[in-house]
Every structure is written in structure tokens, then in C-alpha cells.
């Protein structure tokens, strides 16, 4: 069902100088709660110098007992001289290795001492009215309660092998060899203890074997796949074996679409070991079913063996790549393409380089081609048992579609976009609407929160929003024409001004707003009018010509270095369209900009004005201020995000492929991915990122992404 969600906790943080930042807030208890063991949600919104955001969320565990056990050990394992591996991990709850310690308890386990053939109903019978003596007698073959599955068998009380491991870096593996344990069935009991002596236990049942064939001890075992991976040269390995000591017992071995071999085989309870090695032409796989009839039940099992051949793997090795670039370098990528045993190969390749930045839109993955054959549909079934389930006889006369109610349809009104359950634009109306009312909760809540606390201290405080009553963030405050702050993402704002101030309020794509602090006032909501006449636009253009019959609107030509002015107490900014004139503009351009350095002052202009320019200083004077140009600037222009794409690159005679290209002027992180195949359709895939980075640049910082709803301010600084 629908989980309940609950906001625990709220508020904002700051990153540390490695980009970490941390969170706290006090679990809350559940007393339905009989796991002792929570999930909570942390989502986080991060926001940058240059107010690029990013948000993200994470699934936190908390419990009584940080410790987890991760263990998947086999069924049947089959020991010999050599020493083999069970894998065991210890984690926190979150998935994060430790440190601790792993005891396993080995416990024998003791067999029924009869073979059985499993139940032909899937459902345990509730009770028998017969013993168990009794009804070994009559049914000789067939198992009584559930004394098939090992899980049910009596263990001995003494462990028959105690291994204690300390787990490094959370990894525990546990050796094993045939000198450790005799064959049989054995319950085995991990237990797990980290640093603050939390524990956790898991059991399983684990079969061994030795190198010789054994007896079986249930029929579960009557088919044991002892060796399924294979080289060319090797054989597969299976163990068979039956209730009856002269049963007999039938497999095929399948290549693709061919019958490779029929063969009937005498079987027992002690097992037969089965060899069989692959043809010369058969590669990756192929499959063997086995079958068997023993008093009127049906045995049947697939296996496939896989074929591993280093020979037809193909394997792409970078001879040359470098990880960083400068923006617009040319580079030289050179690849050899081979098997996995070092041979080369004569192949095409697909290649393509883009910013990997995009992957967060969607990822683009090339997969390998699975050219291997299916051989499931090879597999035999049969029915018996099977309960199945037959309609109502015709002849009873039933007849249900007598009892229908009567329906009329009536002709429907087009919905012509209107949001509606079936319309396909529904869900994006739902997601709109889901996403607003949690950003407005989340704001609204900060909002309480912070007014709330402005409202205790001693400043003027408010908000500053739009006549749609929408908040409008870095709003300039200013007290007596000096600016004393702006407004936050909140549109919240604090100044320290007395009774009498001049309070002014200024933003792009508004009107000015003024007045006087009343007596005793301490909160002073403002709202700003939008500009609307916006036709009259004006146009701050460098670095080109243009002819005076092929423009429109205001125009003044800066020349090939950018000009500055400004307004003081107010951040420099360009605002290039969407203001009536210049005049009306309170925030204007000022600061460094590339190519030029300009001089502070305090002056205030309502017009951009070039007086003279000196060509053999250099010194331009801009409303009677001198600028001095600087060296030229080479801007970048290149901002492509796909670097290459090569869909038909091929090898030389040595088996090499070559990749010439220039990098694109984008400071960012690039993903490289490769596909090559041969004629004989072996295939793989390649990836390697790279970042390009400058050795000295300052950048402006702007978002790469932006959502509905969001502002962006440009700044030069």
C-alpha cells in the first residue's frame, strides 16, 4: 500500500572545503515497528557560488543494529585438494564495508536413510492418518512428510569445523579443502560481530562432496552439475544417479540447432560421473538434458555449459590517451583491437565522444551484441499433478450475458488539451502540480521559519514579491541610496535602517520602488511593479558592424572593448533586453571584463557614453573614465557537445585504429564510447572519460540546466 511520509527535520548547511556537508536530525520511533529498522528519505538541494543547483535524495537505514551479513554460499560444493572460496561481507546498514569478525559453525547432518521421490502435489498434507512405518509400507518410495528437504534433518549438537575470520575492508572470505570436511549434508551458522559488538546470524544448508562419487542422501541431488564453465580442451562434469540400484537413465547433448549425441546410461544411488567434452566447432555454449522415469515419476533437468574462449573474446586497449586537455587541443588516439590471448583482430568500430554532462538528461549506453544461442526452448515438461481448471457445460443452459446491465453510450465532448485522467498529458499536469507543492512546502516552511526569527530580532525586515505575489530573489535594498543587502531565494530581506530612512528597491525587469520608514515600523512588505514596455528595448552590441537601415530599436555601438558604468551600492550586471531605456536602468554594467581593465569610481551615469579613444596608448576614455585595453583576447567559440562521432573507423594491418579529432572549448567532463565487431560478429564495447581544462581562466559560472520557475542572474566580477 501507499507508505506514509512524514517531514522529520529541515534546514540548511554548508559544504566543507572537500565539497562534503552533513546532516543531523533525531530518528523518530514507530512502536508498530517489529524490525526495528527505518528508512529515511533525505533529500538535498545544493546550490552553488553561481546558483547552478542540483538535487538530490538518499534512502538513509537506521536500526538498533548496525550490522548486516552478506553471504550466498552454493548448495553443493564440491571440495579437493585445492583450497575453495565461500565470499561473506560485513556492512553497516547502508552498504558501507567494516570492520568486524565472522565465526562459522559447520553442524552434520543426519539423513533419513531412505531415498524418496519428491511429492507429487506442491501442498503438505495438514496430517496423515497413517505412521510413518505405515506408510513407508505401503508407499515405499515415496517421502513422508517433508524428509526430502535437508533443512528438516536432525543436526548434531557439536559443530564438526569452528572458523573464526577478521574481516578487512568488510570482506571475509572462508577457505575450504577436503581435508576440512567429510562429504554429507552440513547446517552452517554464520555469525557476525562489528566494533560496537552488534551481531547478526545466518543459516544455511550447504552439500559437500569429495573428488569420488558419493551415495546420495535425497533425491534432490539426483542431477549435480559439477563443472559448467569450460575451455575448449576441458570436459563438463555432471553426477547422476537414481532411487533403484538398476535404473536406467537418458541425455542428449544440443548444439544450436543439431542433436549432437543420444545416450542411455545405467544408474544407481551412488553417482556416475559424466565427462563430456565439446567439438572442435562448438563455441560459447551448448546443452545437455537429462531424463529419467522411476516408478511412474518423471525426472528431467537442461544444463547448458558455457564455453570460455580466450580466442573468440575481443579486447580493446588504449596505447594512447590522455585524460586532460586544454580547450581546442588537437588529439591523437591510438587503439589495438585483439582476442583476450593477445592476437589481433581485423575489426570496424563505431566511436563517439560527447559531454558527459548530458548523461544527466538521459545515459547513452552501447551494449554488447548477444550472439549465443537460446536453449530453454530444448527443455521437456510434463503434467503430472497438475490440477486444471474447465469452463461450465453448455448443456446446464447457463447463459451469463443474460444478466448484463443494459449500458448506452452518449457522444463525449472533445477534450481539446483539457486535463483529464486518460489524457496523455495528465501525468505531466500531475507531476507539475506534485513537484510545485512540495517546492512550496519546502519554501513555506523556511519562509515561517525565518520570518519567525527576524520577527524576535532588532532589523527591518520583509518580503519583496511581484503583483502575481511571486517572491523576486536578489532584489538590491537600499538605505538613503547606499545599498545595505538584497533579498534571498526567499525574497526575504534585512537591512538595519531608523524612522525617517529612505528605503529603495531596485531589480532588473522592474520598477524602481521608494519610500520613507514610518516611526516604529519594523516589517515593510514591497511589491514591484514589472516593466511592460518592453519594445523599446535597448541593444549593448561589440565586436561587430552593422548597418544603421538594418537595425531597429535603441542602438549604441561600444566598440571592440565592453564599457562600464554603473550605479553605486548596486552588483554589475547586463541586462541586454527587457528595459524601456537606459535611464530606466538602476543596475548597469561594471566590474573586469576579458580584454579590458577598468578603473572603479563613484560617479553616477544614467548613459553609456564613448568620449575618445588614444591609439597609440590604448586608452579608450568612457563617460569620462580612462579604460586601458589589454592584450587581445581570443574568446572561445567552440562549445559543441558532441566532440566526434565516427560510425566506420577500421583497423590496420596491425590490428590498430587511429582517432584524430579536436577537443571542443568547453570546460567540462567527456565520455568516449566504442563499439567494435568483427565479421564473424564478435563484439565489445569501450568507455573512457576525459575532462578539458585550462592551465589559469576565469569563467562565469552559469547553470548548465535550468527548471521552470528558475531566475538566473549574470554577474561580472
Known sequence: GDREIKLIANGTSGTLENGTFSVKFFPMENANNKHHFYNYIVKAEVTSQSGETRVAEKIIAVGEKDIKLLTNPPEFLHLDNKPDTIYAAIQNLNSQPIEGNLKIDWYTLQAPGRLAHKRMFYQLSDKYRLSRDEFIQTFPHDEYGNENQPANWPAATTAALSQDIKAKNGEAPILLSNNDLKPGYYKVIFSAQNLDNDTVKRESIIRIYGPQPEKIQSMNEWLIGEKLNITPKEQAVFRLAGLNTDALAYYEVYYKNEIAEK???????????????????????????FSMIQHGVA???????????????????????????????????????????????????????????????????????????????????NHMANISHGSYLQFTGYRYEYFNNIVRKYERLNSYSLPYASDPSNAYNVYLNAADKQLLLRDSI?????????????????????HDGFVIPDAAILVNMKEQGRSDRLGIYEITASAGAVISVGVAGHLPFSTKLKTGQRRMDIILKSVKNNLQEVVIRGYQKRAREVTTGSTYIVGEDAANSGAPGMRGSLNIRGVSNVSDQTVLLQGKFAGVEVIEDTKVYDFVSLNSYDPKTGTYIINGKSVRRLNKVVPRTNFNETAF??????????GEILIEFTIPQSLTRFKMIGFAHTKELMNTVVSRTLITQKQFAITAQAPRFFRERDTIWISAT
Open 263 to 289: 545416450v542411455w546410461i545405467n544408474i544407481s544411488p551412488e553417482q556416475r560421473i559424466i565427462k563430456i567434452s565439446p567439438k572442435a566447432h562448438y563455441e560459447k555454449a551448448f546443452a545437455v538434458q
Open 299 to 381: 525426472y528431467n533437468m537442461l544444463q547448458t555449459v558455457t564455453i570460455e574462449d580466450n580466442t573468440k573474446e575481443m579486447d580493446i586497449k588504449f596505447l594512447s590517451f590522455r585524460d586532460k586537455l586544454q580547450p581546442g587541443e588537437q588529439e591523437t588516439w591510438k587503439l589495438k583491437i585483439s582476442n583476450k590471448a593477445g592476437e589481433k583482430q581485423m575489426a570496424e568500430m563505431a566511436a563517439t565522444l560527447y559531454d558527459a554532462s548530458l548523461d544527466a538528461l538521459k545515459t547513452m549506453d552501447w551494449r554488447k551484441i548477444y550472439t549465443g544461442f537460446y536453449y530453454g526452448g530444448y527443455t521437456w515438461t
Open 446 to 466: 523556511q519562509m515561517v521559519n525565518k520570518l519567525a526569527a527576524l520577527k524576535n530580532g532588532r532589523k527591518v525586515y520583509g518580503i519583496v514579491r511581484d
Open 645 to 654: 562521432f565516427f560510425p566506420q573507423l577500421r583497423t590496420n594491418s596491425s
